[in-house]
C-alpha cells in the first residue's frame, strides 16, 4: 500500500511538472502600448490589468508608455507591438499611404477628439485666425499636430505664414509658458493641465477645440497589429471585453482611475490626473453619443465625413473606406457596452 502510494504521488508530481508549462503557456501574451505618457485617461486599461480582467480573459498584458501616434502606427505596422492607442486619424492616413500593411482600429476610446491649439490669452490671441505668421511649436508625432493642416483650413489659417518648430514634447507647454512659441497644439486633457501644474491659472489659458470648429472627428482608439488580428481573434475581443469593464469601473467611480494610474506611474499628481480626468470625461470619453448608444462603436455616416474631409486636408493619395479605418466586429455586444 505504502509502494502503492508513493508511486501515485511521483506520478502525480511528474504530470504536474509536465502540465506547468502548459498552464503557463495557456495564457496569451498582448505587447499593448499606449499613446503617450501614462495618465488617468488611460485608466480603463490600468484598471482592467490591476482587477484581473484581462487574466481572466486568458491574457497576459503588459503596458508601455508611448511616444505619439505616428509611432504607435509604425509600430503595429511592424509587428512591435500587438496592440496599441493610435489616434484613427494618423491610421486612416497611414492606411492610405500604405494599402499592403493597412489595419483598422476595432474600438473607439475618445468618441470626440480632444484635439486643441492651446495659447495663453496674454498673447493677445483670441481667434484661430491670429495664428498667422505666429510661431506654433509641436511634437512631430503628434496626432493634433498632424491634423492641423485640417483645423487650419477649417478657420482661414495660412500654414506656410507660421512658423513651425519642432521640439521634444516634454518641453511644449516649458516653451509655451517661457513664451518661445505662441501656441502648442496637444490633448486638451494634457495640455491643459500640464500648463497648470506649471503655476499657469486656467483663466489664464486659452484653446480651440477641433471639435469646436466644424470638425467632429472620433480620436484614439484600440488597435491591433495585422498579424496579431489574424491569429488570435479570440485574445483581441477579449482585450476588448476586459478595457470595457475597466472603463466601466472608472465611470462608476472616478477615484478608482485616479488611483490605477497612480499605482502604474507612481511619479503622477493625484490631483493632477483627478482633474484630468474629469476633463477627459466630460470631453471626450463619456459624451452623450456614448451614454446614448455604448462605448467603442463609430457612426459610419460620421466617420466618412471624417475620412472624405482628412483624405482631401492631407491630398492622400487614395479615400480609404469605412470598412479599412474602423471594424466594429470585434466589439462586445451593445448590452455590455452601455456605461450605467
Not at 152 to 176: F, H, K
Amino acid at each position: 500500500m505504502t509502494y502503492r502510494r508513493g508511486l501515485a504521488l511521483i506520478i502525480a508530481a511528474v504530470l504536474a511538472i509536465i502540465s506547468a508549462p502548459q498552464a503557463a503557456s495557456a495564457q496569451t501574451k498582448i505587447r499593448f502600448t499606449l499613446d503617450w505618457i501614462p495618465g488617468a485617461t488611460h485608466s480603463a486599461f490600468f484598471v482592467a490589468l490591476q482587477k484581473g480582467y484581462y487574466k481572466a480573459e486568458g491574457l497576459d498584458v503588459s503596458i508601455d508608455r508611448g511616444k505619439g501616434s505616428a509611432e504607435v502606427v509604425r509600430q503595429l505596422a511592424s509587428d512591435t507591438y500587438d496592440m496599441g492607442f493610435p489616434d484613427i486619424n494618423v491610421v486612416l492616413d497611414f492606411n492610405s499611404k500604405n494599402p499592403g500593411q493597412a489595419f483598422p482600429v476595432l474600438m473607439s476610446g475618445y468618441e470626440q477628439a480632444p484635439a486643441a491649439i492651446i495659447v495663453l490669452k496674454s498673447s493677445g490671441i483670441t481667434d484661430p485666425k491670429q495664428l498667422n505668421g505666429k510661431k506654433l511649436g509641436s511634437a512631430a508625432n503628434d496626432a493634433t499636430f498632424k491634423l492641423f493642416p485640417v483645423f487650419a483650413g477649417q478657420t482661414g489659417i495660412d500654414v506656410s505664414s507660421m512658423q513651425i518648430q519642432n521640439i521634444e514634447p516634454s518641453l511644449r507647454e516649458v516653451l509655451l509658458v517661457q513664451g518661445k512659441v505662441d501656441a502648442i497644439p496637444g490633448q486638451i486633457f494634457n495640455s491643459l493641465l500640464e500648463l497648470q501644474a506649471k503655476g499657469v491659472k486656467e483663466s489664464d489659458i486659452g484653446y480651440f477645440m477641433y471639435k469646436d470648429y466644424g470638425l467632429q472627428l472620433y480620436g484614439n482608439s484600440v488597435a491591433a497589429s495585422p498579424r496579431f488580428l489574424k491569429e488570435k481573434p479570440e485574445a483581441v475581443k477579449g482585450f476588448l471585453r476586459a478595457t470595457v469593464k475597466g472603463l466601466q469601473d472608472v465611470a462608476r467611480d472616478p477615484e478608482l482611475g485616479v488611483k490605477a494610474a497612480l499605482a502604474f506611474e507612481p511619479l503622477l499628481n493625484a490631483d493632477i490626473e483627478r482633474e484630468r480626468l474629469r476633463v477627459a470625461m466630460n470631453c471626450c470619453i463619456l459624451t452623450e453619443n456614448v451614454k446614448k448608444s455604448g462605448y467603442g462603436d463609430m457612426d459610419a455616416e460620421r466617420l466618412g465625413k471624417m475620412i472624405a474631409v482628412i483624405s482631401k486636408a492631407y491630398n492622400l493619395p487614395r479615400q480609404p473606406t469605412v470598412a479599412e479605418v474602423f471594424d466594429p466586429s470585434f466589439l462586445p455586444p451593445l448590452k455590455d457596452r452601455m456605461i450605467q
